[in-house]
């Protein structure tokens, strides 16, 4: 399983942020998503987009928020 805050908690709490469409978009929240019966995966939420991903750590899709 995907280690969320080793991988994400930085971003937080520094300037780090992820670059979307050539804008610096800081990372505000991340957790987990479900079916209604298991985690299927995970998000990653920024000022602007709410991006998923799978619990293979691949892209799915991205949300203007």
Do not use: P, Q
């Amino acid at each position: 399983m995907v280690n969320l805050d080793a991988r994400y908690h930085e971003y937080l709490h520094t300037d780090k942020c992820f670059t979307i469409n050539g804008a610096c978009e800081k990372v505000i929240a991340y957790g987990w998503t479900d079916d209604g019966s298991s985690i299927n995966g995970y998000y990653v939420t920024t000022k602007n987009y709410t991006l998923y991903y799978s619990m293979e750590e691949k892209f799915s899709h991205m949300e203007t928020r």
